[in-house]
T-cell receptor, first 116, second 118 residues
């Protein structure tokens, strides 16, 4: 499988606990994105990386959220002190970031988070 | 700022017929890209079709085509010969493009739920 892969696919955690999601982008894709999607809504942008550099962060990314892409390959998204409002699907995506069809952003299957 | 409006929360279509899903956008970027994605109940976001704002021809990918009307800021998705497996949520999205490359921040609409009837 050469698509974007995310792990774990499902996570149930107690409020106040920390959780970490991992994303492996499509090989050779320079850009990696994190989105969040709640029920009945479209995905909302959280942050994106160009190689290892985090180029943009949404205001949705509170100080409890941190994302890294240390070697420019896989990325992790950590949520500290989870709250029930963090319950959502966290989508990772990647793209070449070049012009035309290279702008196409491919998504993984998502990681569902339930905070109880 | 960018915004996507999808005015059809839900649509029904008979199997084998064509259907058009509406999308209008608002962007201040001179150059931008438009995308359509399909999201089945399993949750994965499946890329369908891409249209660059400077592309003169409407994009097509198999049964999917994009009716791009730049002056009206609309990018409607046309699905021909609908199949039962087309039943899903469909999202329109836009991103700015600077120097031919994506600026990264993909803005989505609220989606349209398409149901294909046998």
């Amino acid at each position: 499988d050469t698509g974007v892969s995310q792990d774990p696919r499902h996570k149930i955690t107690k409020r106040g606990q920390n959780v970490t999601f991992r994303c492996d982008p499509i090989s050779e894709h320079n850009r990696l994105y994190w989105y969040r999607q709640t029920l009945g809504q479209g995905p909302e942008f959280l942050t994106y990386f160009q190689n290892e550099a985090q180029l943009e962060k949404s205001r949705l990314l509170s100080d409890r959220f941190s994302a890294e892409r240390p070697k420019g390959s896989f990325s992790t998204l950590e949520i500290q002190r989870t709250e029930q409002g963090d319950s959502a699907m966290y989508l990772c995506a990647s793209s070449l970031g070049t012009g035309g069809a290279g702008n196409t952003i491919y998504f993984g299957e998502g990681s569902w988070l339930t905070v109880v | 700022a960018q915004k996507i409006t999808q005015t059809q929360p839900g649509m029904f279509v008979q199997e084998k017929e064509a259907v058009t899903l509406d999308c209008t956008y608002d962007t201040s970027d001179q150059s931008y890209g438009l995308f359509w994605y399909k999201q089945p109940s399993s949750g994965e976001m499946i890329f369908l079709i891409y249209q660059g704002s400077y592309d003169e021809q409407n994009a097509t990918e198999g049964r999917y085509s994009l009716n791009f009307q730049k002056a009206r800021k609309s990018a409607n998705l046309v699905i021909s010969a609908s199949q039962l497996g087309d039943s899903a949520m469909y999202f329109c999205a836009v991103t700015g493009e600077l120097y031919g490359g994506s600026q990264g921040n993909l803005i989505f609409g609220k989606g349209t739920k398409l149901s294909v009837k046998p």
